[in-house]
């Protein structure tokens, strides 16, 4: 079955727009007459002659749907239309750049360059009255990135509220990202390897590894409670008893970020325990609407979780005291989620205002990463989770509050490492739009 492409030729010039009014204000704020982003440069290895896989400047792929050309450039002036350099190498060793074509094409000026350096001649002369965004390394005869804070912080913010077009790009991500992770539930479900199981991913997405948002998490038995388990392990387990999977898909720079977790046919209590998780993470997106504290609904998932945790034999304290002794905090030690687009942990989850400024994280919860109040046009993923991790249950142990902590229940759960299950969820004017719940009903 094939994924249904949005109409882009529709879909893009509104999102120009607004890209280009973001600039101009960009601009003023940062007192600047240009906007310049580099696409980026490769980066090779010590001593050798491997580049490490490219990743294109998010500020770069946010103007257009170009993710493999280093050493291309975009310069945008206040009611001009934007330029776009691009480098297609004489270069018989690679392959180079593709011709551009597609439905964003007509709306820039495109100046081909066959060298790297051939780039300077195309910029605005002047490099101190440009904004010019990108690593150090694009750095080209003087005209060397500055990345301004006033700018910077100005398009950060606006980043957060999506454009029609985004959401679109986000729903077909979603989707590839679904259809993949029904291939590798399938494969867990005949027993083969994390190793195995991530190639049925990736031919499911038809995506390489360097092509995802993000390294595959795919993780089986107590592996599920590293919580960025990147190893694969080639042979299969004797007994699966559970299945973690974290993956997602890109589609034109923007990802998903997708994590389900499944359970043997045997293990009935670990699957009853997804089941609870299951339905407090379906509550927890019902309340991405605007207005929503996103660190008051990670604070209410502690005290949702630690009910699951009651009710489930786990603890005997009540729910008010686990979250308060931190006992929510050993078997739940993320965030609730975090902003997602262009990158998988997009930019300006703290961010106060669109002149900067940080929104601190509340006491306790050191790696949240999404601390603004939700706003229509905003995508954040909900991704609790309960995990069975040592180190965590160690320092636990060690606690008073250990005596209320039913440890032989606990022990019988280190075989299934953890849960996770994560959704990307768009914040509108009423009614959530849940990205990836919404792209598994399209996969069947
Ligand atoms: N896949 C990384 C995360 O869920 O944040
Ligand atoms: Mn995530
Ligand atoms: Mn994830």
New binding site residues.
């Given amino acids: 079955m094939d994924i249904q492409h949005p109409d882009l030729h529709q879909l893009y010039p509104p999102h120009l727009s607004t890209l280009k009014a973001r600039a101009d204000k960009a601009l003023l704020r940062g007192g600047f007459d240009h906007l310049v982003v580099a696409a980026g440069q490769a980066a090779y290895q010590f001593l050798d002659d491997r580049p490490y896989p490219f990743a294109v400047n998010p500020h770069f792929k946010h103007w257009l749907p170009v993710t493999k050309a280093p050493g291309s450039w975009l310069v945008y002036t206040p009611g001009r239309k934007p330029k776009l350099v691009y480098l297609q190498p004489h270069d018989y060793w690679h392959v180079v750049p593709e011709a551009p074509a597609g439905y964003w094409v007509e709306h820039f000026d495109i100046v081909i360059i066959r060298d790297a350096k051939e780039a300077r001649a195309h910029l605005p002369n002047d490099a101190a009255r440009c904004a010019i965004l990108g690593e150090a390394n694009a750095a080209l005869d003087g005209f060397t990135p500055n990345n301004p804070a006033a700018a910077l912080d100005y398009l950060h913010y606006q980043r957060s509220y999506k454009t029609a077009y985004e959401l679109a790009m986000m729903r077909v991500a979603s989707k590839l990202g679904a259809r993949a992770h029904r291939a590798a539930e399938a494969a867990f479900r005949a027993g083969e390897s994390e190793f195995d199981i991530h190639l049925a991913y990736l031919a499911a997405t038809r995506q390489t590894d360097n092509e995802l948002p993000?390294g595959n998490?795919i993780a089986l038995n107590e592996h599920g409670a590293v919580l960025h388990y990147t190893e694969l392990g080639h042979a299969p387990p004797a007994h699966a008893h559970s299945f973690l999977i974290?993956a997602?898909a890109s589609f034109h720079g923007y990802a998903s970020?997708?994590?389900r977790t499944y359970a043997s046919a045997e293990a009935s209590e670990f699957s009853a325990l997804i089941d609870a998780v299951d339905a407090a993470q379906r509550g927890f997106c019902t309340k991405v609407r605007a207005g929503q504290s996103y660190p008051e609904l990670h604070i209410h998932a502690h005290h949702v979780l630690a009910g699951i945790l009651k009710d489930h034999g786990f603890i005997r304290m009540s729910a008010e005291s686990a979250v308060e002794n931190r006992v929510t905090s050993a078997f739940f030690p993320h965030g609730l989620g975090h902003p997602i687009g262009l990158q998988v942990h997009d930019v300006a989850g703290f961010q106060a205002s669109d002149s900067g400024g940080t929104i601190p994280r509340p006491a306790g919860h050191p790696y949240l990463r999404m601390t603004r109040v939700l706003e229509p046009g905003m995508v954040v993923?909900i991704?609790p989770g309960l995990y069975f991790i040592d180190m965590l249950l160690a320092e636990l142990k060690a606690k008073p509050a250990a005596k209320d902590i039913d440890w032989t229940k606990v022990d019988a759960f280190r075989k299934y490492g953890g849960i996770r299950i994560?959704d990307d969820v768009v914040c509108t004017d009423g009614e959530p739009e849940n990205l990836t719940r919404d792209a598994f009903a399209a996969a069947g």
């Fill in positions: 993000y998490i974290d997602g970020d997708i994590t993923t991704e994560e």
